[in-house]
C-alpha cells in the first residue's frame, strides 16, 4: 500500500538517510502468514469504519545504528523522540470517485495500490472475470481460494484450466480437518439439510478464508449488486471490510473491493464471450451461482440467480458468510441491507389492483371457511426477499389475468411478527411460499414447485381449485 510518510522533529527535518534502509523495509507476506518484521506498523486502531485510516507514531531514537553519522547539530534537534505521521486513503471518498469507473480501472487501482498484500477470492464461477480483469492491467496480482472439500468436480477443473490458462498458482485454503471430523462424526455428511448452512460454511468455508484474510491488507471479491437485490444492492466498489481482519489487525485493518458491483450479470458474460475466458461447465447447464456441490443446483426460467443456493431457507439466510457484512437484522426480523451499518426500508411488492392485501385476521378467516364460494391462491411472501421480488411482474400477471374468473389472488406478508404464525398454521418453509385454498374446502394446498411463471401457476390451479 503507498503510505504517505512524513518524518519530522521539532525544529527541522531530518533526511531519510540518516536511517539504515532495512529499518523500513516492508516484507511482502504470503496468504495466511504473519510475517509482521521488517515493516511500517500500522495500528489497527487508527483507521476506522468508516473508511479513513490515520496514525501518529512515536519512535525511539535508539532504533537508529551506531554506525550512522549524525550531525551533531542534528543530533542535539532530536529530544527524546521523533513523530511518524502515516497517513491512508479515505475510501468511502474514494469509492465515491470510482463508482462510474470501469472494472478495469477499478482493479488497476486495487493493484496499484496494496501491491502484494492484495489478492483475488475465485470460487470458480463467473468471477474468473477478475482474474481476466487483473491480467488485463499488466500488473502482477495472486489469486487464492477456498478448497471446501465438497466443490463440484466441473468446479476443481476450471481452477486446472485457469491456472493453464493465466499461467498462475492459485492459493488454496483448506479446512481444519479436525473441524470438519467432528462435524461430519457428530451430525452428518448433509446436516445442513436439516440445521441449516451456517455450521458447515463456518467450518469449511468462514474460518479459511478468515486465516487467508490475516496474511492481506486488502482483497477483491466479485459481489455484484444484482446479485442479491435483498442483500448486495448497496455494495460500494471499495470499502473497508466490516467484518474481517487484515495483516495488521483489529477493526478496519482490511480493505475490500469489488470491482464488478455496479456490472449486471448479462455483460460480465458477454465480457467473458469475448474475452474468450475459460468458464465453469456447470453454467450451460443452468447454473448460474455456484458453489459447494450439496448446496447449488440449477435455477428454472424466471428465477433469481441465488435461488439455486440453499433453496430449502429464507432468501435471508442465502449468504454463507464470507459476505455476512451484508446483511443487517432490524428490529422487526427483517434482513435489510447493511453497508454502513444502517438498515434500509424495503418498498411492498405485488401491486397490482387485483392482489387483495390479507391481514392477519383476513388470513385467519380464509382458513376457518369451509364452504368458500371461490378459490383463492395466496402467496406468503416478505418484500425485502429476492426471490420473492423476482416474481412479483408474474404474480401481478395472474392476478390480471384471473380477475372477474371467480379465482381470488392474494398476498399475506409473513415476515417479522407473523412469521412464526405462519411456519405453524400456513406451512411457511421458505419466501415464497404459494398456497391454493380450494372451494369447499377449508385446507389450503401449498404448490409444491419452484416454476413460478403465469403457465405453471395458472395450470395448478385448474387442477386443484
Not at 80 to 101: C, I, M, N, P, Q
Not at 136 to 146: D, Y
Request: glycine content about 6%.
Amino acid at each position: 500500500m503507498a503510505l504517505a510518510i512524513n518524518v519530522s522533529s521539532s525544529s527541522s527535518a531530518i533526511s531519510s538517510s540518516s536511517f539504515p534502509s532495512s529499518e523500513l523495509k516492508v516484507s511482502a507476506p504470503r496468504i495466511g502468514s504473519l510475517r509482521l518484521s521488517d515493516r511500517v506498523n500500522v495500528s489497527s486502531a487508527s483507521l476506522s469504519l468508516s473508511g479513513k485510516r490515520s496514525s501518529v507514531k512515536p519512535l525511539n531514537v535508539q532504533s537508529i545504528a551506531k554506525e550512522t553519522f549524525v550531525p551533531s547539530q542534528a543530533a542535539s534537534m532530536i529530544a527524546s523522540e521523533v513523530t511518524e505521521v502515516v497517513e491512508v486513503e479515505d475510501f468511502e471518498k474514494l469509492a465515491k470517485s470510482l463508482e462510474t469507473a470501469s472494472p478495469l480501472e477499478i482493479m488497476d487501482k486495487a493493484l496499484e495500490t496494496f501491491g502484494n498484500d492484495i489478492a483475488i477470492a475465485f470460487s470458480g464461477a463467473e468471477d474468473v472475470a477478475l482474474i481476466e480483469y487483473a491480467h488485463l492491467t499488466g500488473r502482477p496480482f495472486r489469486v487464492f481460494s477456498l478448497d471446501t472439500g465438497r466443490l463440484n468436480p466441473e468446479t476443481y477443473r476450471l481452477f486446472d484450466t485457469v491456472e493453464k490458462h493465466y499461467g498462475i498458482r492459485i492459493e488454496y485454503m483448506f479446512p481444519d480437518a479436525v473441524e470438519v471430523q467432528a462435524l461430519v462424526r457428530n451430525k452428518g455428511l448433509f446436516s445442513f439439510y436439516e440445521d441449516g448452512h451456517q455450521e458447515c460454511c463456518r467450518i469449511r468455508k468462514v474460518r479459511p478464508l478468515r486465516r487467508a484474510l490475516k496474511g492481506l491488507r486488502a482483497w477483491i471479491t466479485g459481489q455484484r449488486k444484482d446479485q442479491s437485490p435483498g442483500t448486495r444492492s448497496e455494495i460500494p466498489v471499495v470499502q473497508v471490510d466490516p467484518v474481517f481482519e487484515g495483516l495488521d489487525g483489529g477493526a478496519g485493518s482490511l480493505v475490500k473491493w469489488n470491482p464488478v458491483a455496479n456490472v449486471e450479470g448479462n455483460d460480465v458474460w458477454n465480457f467473458l464471450r469475448t474475452m474468450d475466458v475459460p468458464v465453469n461447465t456447470l453454467h450451460a447447464a443452468g447454473y448460474v451461482s455456484i458453489g459447494c456441490e450439496p448446496c447449488t443446483r440449477a435455477v428454472l426460467p424466471g428465477q433469481h440467480e441465488r435461488e439455486g443456493r440453499w433453496w430449502w431457507e429464507d432468501a435471508k439466510a442465502k449468504e454463507c458468510g464470507l459476505h455476512k457484512g451484508n446483511i443487517k437484522e432490524s428490529s422487526n426480523g427483517n434482513a435489510t441491507a447493511n453497508v454502513n451499518g444502517t438498515s434500509s426500508t424495503v418498498a411492498d411488492i405485488f401491486k397490482s389492483e387485483n392482489v387483495v392485501s390479507l391481514s392477519r385476521q383476513g388470513i385467519e378467516n380464509l382458513m376457518k371457511l369451509e364452504n368458500r364460494k371461490e378459490a383463492w391462491i395466496v402467496v406468503l411472501y416478505a418484500p425485502w426477499c429476492p426471490f420473492c421480488q423476482a416474481m412479483e411482474a408474474s404474480f401481478d400477471e395472474l392476478a390480471d389475468k384471473l380477475g372477474g374468473s371467480g379465482v381470488k389472488v392474494a398476498k399475506f406478508r409473513a415476515d417479522g411478527d407473523q412469521k412464526e404464525f405462519a411456519k405453524r398454521d400456513l406451512q411457511l418453509g421458505s419466501f415464497p411460499t404459494i398456497l391454493v385454498f380450494p372451494k369447499n374446502s377449508s385446507r389450503p394446498i401449498k404448490y409444491p414447485s419452484e416454476k413460478r411463471d403465469v403457465y405453471s401457476l395458472t395450470s395448478f390451479l385448474n387442477l386443484v381449485r
